[in-house]
């Protein structure tokens, strides 16, 4: 500031330097060549030409220092608003204001290489998608596969490695304790020592789809703008390929329960959970109505991960059954360019819910005969948990509930595909909310 006022007043001072010197010339050519009156007119003409061509090219310089000061104030300015600095192992780094890091949880298995391969092979920006790998457990093999990717992505490693207490008829999930203190530590990191807004976190077991970060990119301003939402997850529990429409990548819905497995939270969440944060089980402590207060994520029909890893603490008959057919996005859908405000709940509520409840409904045995008329959607009725569990169990949807929340629900709605066709399991109309004993 100071400095530029400055180079104005030299500019000034200058012009009016040549202005004055000018004059006192004129003057004295006054006098000197008085004598013949024609020869001054033509001698004063040229005077005031010069000093006139003069005193533009003196107003185009000031023009152009004031241009240049304003432009190098902006680009200043611009770059503190757009630039967050973040000292990570007592380095600096500067990231772009509005980062959303991918926070990778890893403890011990080296086939973490799989996982950031991808990450860093589809990540669109490196001073948007900062990449933190958190690890516990110390496990020296997998420090090494993680450095080995040096200034591409950045170690953290949990610092508390004491044996945590179990009570002893959980002794064999001590593993959950585990998992949970690294969460909270991981997150503690992530939004009070880095200071970051939201962030992504995914496990060191899964794969990503193309569009994984244009996903949470497109979906962001939902989060940052419907208080309803608390996240947005990569992941449909019912997203094998004969349950969902691989057609339509685009489609997204929201949904009660809480996925996880690569998703996305912001700091205002954070704040709110991080005091209270249990010492396990997170995942299903999260999905509990103090935690929810009613609140929803967006989840895809297609999933954007998919998990590869059968060794791990939950057992790897799950994976076999299960995990391993989720079927993983691989069409590139623009979703930062796609109009998403039908997954506004105000949008959602009504258009979603008039939808769901148009539908002529149908038993299970007559979608298995195919028995149904016509090739639109339709609906399946369930009042009870057992109707519920039975229909979910014939048709291959997960059956399971968590507070009272079936997978992938929405106002106890399941959404999928049968034989082609879309089918929604749906409660009564008059649905009122979970109930937690489900
Ligand atoms: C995170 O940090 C806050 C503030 O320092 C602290 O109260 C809280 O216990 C920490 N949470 C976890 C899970 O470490
Ligand atoms: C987005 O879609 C909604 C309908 O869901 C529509 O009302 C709105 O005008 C659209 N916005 C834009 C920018 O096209």
């Known amino acids: 500031m100071r400095r530029n006022h400055y180079i104005l007043i030299c500019a000034l001072s200058l012009t009016l330097w040549v202005f004055v010197s000018h004059y006192i010339f004129l003057g004295r050519t006054n006098f000197d060549f008085s004598t013949n009156s024609e020869n001054v007119d033509k001698k004063l003409n040229e005077l005031s030409a010069d000093i006139n061509s003069e005193l533009e090219l003196h107003d185009s310089m000031i023009e152009n220092l004031q241009q240049?000061?304003?432009?190098?104030?902006?680009?200043?300015?611009?770059?503190?608003?757009?630039?967050?600095?973040?000292?990570?192992?007592?380095?600096?780094?500067?990231?772009?204001?509005s980062a959303i890091p991918v926070v990778v949880i890893a403890c011990n298995r080296v086939s973490i290489s799989r996982c950031l391969d991808m990450l860093?092979?589809?990540?669109?920006?490196?001073?948007?998608?900062?990449?933190?790998?958190?690890?516990?457990?110390?496990?020296?093999?997998?420090?090494?596969?993680?450095?080995?990717?040096?200034?591409?992505?950045?170690?953290?490693?949990?610092?508390?490695?004491?044996?945590?207490?179990?009570?002893?008829?959980?002794?064999?999930?001590?593993?959950?304790?585990?998992?949970?203190?690294?969460?909270?530590?991981?997150?503690?990191?992530?939004?009070?020592?880095?200071?970051?807004?939201?962030?992504?976190?995914?496990e060191d077991d899964l794969d990503?789809?193309?569009?994984?970060?244009?996903?949470?990119?497109?979906?962001?301003?939902?989060?940052?703008?419907?208080?309803?939402?608390?996240?947005?997850?990569?992941?449909?529990?019912?997203?094998?390929?004969?349950?969902i429409d691989t057609r339509s990548p685009e489609l997204l819905y929201r949904t009660d329960f809480f996925p996880g497995l690569g998703w996305m939270l912001t700091k205002d969440l954070w704040d709110e959970i991080s005091t209270k944060w249990p010492r396990s089980y997170w995942d299903d402590w999260i999905r509990q109505p103090e935690q929810r207060k009613?609140?929803?994520?967006?989840?895809?029909?297609?999933?954007?991960?998919?998990?590869?890893?059968?060794?791990?603490?939950?057992?790897?008959?799950?994976?076999?059954?299960?995990?391993?057919?989720i079927h993983l996005n691989s069409e590139f859908v623009p979703f930062t360019k796609l109009n998403l405000t039908y997954l506004l709940r105000?949008?959602?509520?009504?258009?979603?819910?008039?939808?769901?409840?148009?539908?002529?409904?149908?038993?299970?045995?007559?979608?298995?005969?195919?028995?149904?008329?016509?090739?639109?959607?339709?609906r399946i009725a369930y009042y009870t948990k057992d109707q519920f569990r039975r229909n979910a169990k014939f048709l291959g949807l997960m059956d399971d509930f968590r507070s009272g929340v079936p997978r992938t629900g929405y106002r106890g709605i399941v959404s999928f595909i049968f034989n082609s066709r879309r089918v929604f399991l749906a409660p009564h109309p008059s649905w009122r909310g979970y109930d937690p004993t489900w």
């Not at 190098?72 to 990570?88: C, G, L, P």
């Not at 609140?295 to 799950?318: D, L, Q």
């Not at 007559?366 to 008329?373: A, D, G, R, W």
Request: proline share 5%; hydrophobic share 35%.
């Open 346 to 378: 105000e949008n959602y509520d009504v258009e979603y819910v008039k939808l769901v409840y148009s539908l002529p409904t149908v038993t299970y045995e007559e979608l298995k005969m195919n028995t149904i008329q016509h090739n639109g959607a339709v």
């Open 68 to 97: 240049n000061i304003i432009a190098k104030r902006r680009e200043k300015e611009k770059a503190e608003h757009e630039r967050m600095q973040v000292v990570i192992n007592n380095e600096k780094f500067h990231y772009s204001n």
């Open 294 to 325: 009613d609140r929803s994520c967006i989840r895809p029909e297609v999933s954007r991960t998919r998990t590869f890893g059968k060794i791990g603490v939950s057992n790897g008959m799950y994976f076999d059954k299960h995990l391993k057919f």
């Open 208 to 243: 990503i789809a193309p569009d994984f970060y244009e996903y949470f990119l497109g979906t962001y301003p939902l989060l940052k703008n419907d208080p309803s939402l608390w996240c947005v997850s990569a992941w449909n529990d019912n997203g094998k390929p004969n349950l």
């Open 120 to 202: 860093i092979k589809h990540r669109p920006s490196v001073e948007k998608f900062p990449i933190i790998v958190s690890q516990d457990c110390n496990h020296e093999a997998t420090t090494n596969v993680i450095k080995s990717y040096q200034n591409q992505v950045h170690l953290i490693q949990q610092p508390d490695q004491s044996e945590i207490s179990v009570p002893p008829k959980e002794k064999k999930f001590k593993g959950y304790f585990k998992i949970a203190r690294h969460y909270g530590w991981a997150l503690n990191q992530t939004f009070y020592e880095f200071n970051f807004n939201s962030a992504i976190i995914i």
